[in-house]
């Protein structure tokens, strides 16, 4: 996910926009660069350098640019190669200078007409299209504002932008259509970036633009156009400057901080990549598209939480693509002679990129069979993201506690999108495309009214403290939500727990069914309705206690045997992403009353280096 960082001043802001790019550098980016207006000339000077923000800052030290408004980015390749010529800011001429988030759906056809216009493009990046088309707009109109405008009708996609001019050196310009865009706000100064993080040291009010939104920056005033007349003062917002990405925010354990972000963790992993209709493919990175025009089959690899998200891939890639998806856990597939499939597209998952097991199937992939490698993973520039072909980071933000939360959902969100994007190349329809994209923009609201659940299930945890055994149990893809419920639990509550498919109580578990291991159900309304209820009535003729996790229409009746906890509806592919989380609730909670070490559980450390 690139970086933005923009500002006006009444001083020198070449050092503002440097700190704002290393603040940003958890986002993942391949490139750096800078534009300033100068204050002697008016002239804009721009800075570009391949590689690490330490790299431009050492060029920016032989040669500085000086002004009081500047913009700065970090890029993340999608369209052209991770090279010096596609890094931001871009430029047309020597008149205006662009950073860009996001992805530009239409871009080439605007850039043919750009071309016939007279405009020479110097990369390969949808990004110059755009700033060409601000350019001749602002020419057409005489006006900065008015020619952003302009252009950003012209445009299809997700996107954030930050614009400079040298007729206009007082001032920044700037828009938001489906890429977060954030406005700090100051005395003398003012400021926009694609995160709070980057200008934590200078401001601690911020106003978060809505959708559709310009902006019009001076050092002394915020102009905002678009729905919400609002003035500025009542929609800025001040922060903590003490809370940062790795406190805890006034929560007791960062398990718990960490299951609450998952609503705007899932809005960062969306964000960008999924216009109205579709799922964004260049979001996947340079060459997605070839690649997934040869891909016949997928491999999944994984380690833990991750290979319980791959589990429910599985579901979603055969139910949505029509192709097969196999599921490996990482450390088995290594050592074992694997018949790949042609046309198969190898992809692992990793939340910190550096899991052993998972580097070494990577390693050892190298049947011609694959046509390439995708790594799904939320730390950038990891040993995984450097040695896969693709990346799709999960951008959960820094997970402190051992215990996946939200590194987990966010996972799940990626591999949705993968799945909705192999499933538009092979008969997935554009109104079942449209449905999903619809879910997933819905997915972070319901999430909220899950953790609206909180106190409810913080009541019935009372009833594990003193159990030593649980099962936990689900249908179809809701059996890996079980097989995560009790991983979880065991984690950081110790209380030994198992997740079993429902279907197959008779072939063993219901052996150890009693009325002191409590039985934990994930049961959504659908298909397998029936059927598990079928199963759950095994457990209660056995004198099981049971725990129903379920949505109203589910039907289900509470009595002396069976507790219900309802959860909010939702659409049949996204509700495993939805009852994860009353799982991490139960288990925190139990594990707090147990009183142990819910953040650094024994025995287990947050990234598994070795075999």
Not at 17 to 40: K, N, P, T, W
Not at 365 to 389: E, F, H, K, M, Q
């Amino acid at each position: 996910m690139c970086g933005i960082v923009g500002a006006v001043a009444k001083r020198e802001v070449t050092g503002i926009l440097c700190e704002g790019l290393q603040r940003l550098e958890y986002r993942g980016y391949d490139s750096a660069g800078i534009a300033v207006i100068s204050s002697l000339d008016s002239t804009l000077q721009r800075l570009r350098k391949v590689g690490k923000v330490k790299e431009l800052i050492g060029a920016i030290r032989e040669n500085r640019p000086t002004g009081s408004t500047g913009i700065a980015h970090t890029r993340w390749a999608t369209h052209g190669k991770p090279t010096e010529k596609n890094a931001h800011p871009h430029m047309s001429g020597d008149r205006v200078a662009l950073i860009h988030n996001g992805i530009i759906e239409n871009h080439v056809a605007l850039r043919l007409e750009l071309q016939a216009d007279g405009y020479q493009f110097h990369s390969e990046t949808d990004t110059e299209v755009v700033v060409h088309l601000i350019d001749r707009e602002i020419q057409a109109c005489g006006d900065l504002l008015g020619g952003l405008k302009k252009a950003v009708q012209q445009l299809t996609g997700s996107f954030a932008l930050g614009v400079l001019h040298r007729d206009y050196p007082d001032r920044i310009v700037a828009a938001r259509v489906g890429s977060p865009l954030i406005i700090g706000v100051g005395i003398g100064e003012n400021f926009i970036a694609s995160d709070t993080q980057a200008l934590r040291p200078v401001t601690d009010r911020f106003i978060y633009l809505e959708e559709g939104e310009l902006v019009e920056l001076t050092s002394d005033d915020i102009s905002i156009h678009g729905v919400n007349d609002e003035s500025v003062e009542s929609r800025t917002v001040q922060l903590d400057r003490g809370i940062d990405a790795v406190d805890k925010a006034g929560y007791r354990h960062y398990m718990l901080k960490e299951i609450f972000e998952q609503p705007r963790a899932i809005e960062n992993t969306l964000a960008e990549r999924i216009s109205e209709n579709q799922v964004l493919e260049a979001a996947f990175g340079v060459g997605a598209a070839e690649i997934f025009e040869r891909t016949r089959a997928v491999q999944i690899v994984a380690c833990g939480s991750s290979y319980y998200t791959a589990l429910i891939a599985r579901y979603w890639i055969e139910e949505l693509v029509g192709i097969t998806c196999q599921v490996e856990i990482a450390s088995e597939i290594r050592y074992r002679k694997v018949a790949v499939l042609p046309g198969t597209l190898f992809v692992a998952i990793s939340q910190s990129g550096e899991t052993a097991d998972t580097l070494a199937a990577l390693s050892a992939a190298d049947d011609a069979n694959y046509v390439a490698s995708l790594c799904i993973c939320n730390v950038p520039n990891s040993s995984l993201v450097r040695a896969s072909d693709l990346c799709l980071m999960s951008r959960a933000g820094p997970e402190i506690c051992v215990a996946s939360t939200k590194a987990f959902t966010t996972q799940l969100v990626d591999l949705l999108m993968l799945a909705i994007v192999l499933g538009a190349r092979n008969g997935l329809s554009a109104e079942d495309q449209q449905e999903l994209v619809s879910e997933l923009r819905r997915l972070p609201d319901q999430l909220r009214r899950t953790l609206e659940l909180n106190q409810r299930i913080q009541e019935v945890a009372e009833d594990f403290v003193e159990k030593d055994h649980a099962l936990f149990l689900g249908r179809g893809m809701h059996y890996p939500v079980a097989l995560e419920g009790a991983l979880k639990l065991k984690e950081i509550s110790y209380i030994h727990a198992e997740g079993y498919p429902a279907g197959e109580l008779k072939h063993g578990p219901l052996a150890l069914v009693d009325d002191a291991m409590p039985v934990v159900a994930v049961a959504p309304s659908n298909e397998l309705l029936e059927k598990l209820k079928s199963n759950l009535q095994e457990v209660q003729a056995r004198g099981g206690q049971l725990y129903v996790f379920a949505d109203l229409e589910a039907d289900f009746e509470e009595d002396e045997g069976c507790v219900v906890i309802q959860v909010p509806g939702a659409h049949g592919i996204t509700a495993p992403i939805i009852y994860t989380l009353p799982m991490q609730l139960l288990s925190y909670h139990v594990a707090v009353l147990k009183g142990t070490d819910v953040d650094q559980p024994r025995n287990l450390a947050k990234s598994v280096t070795v075999e």
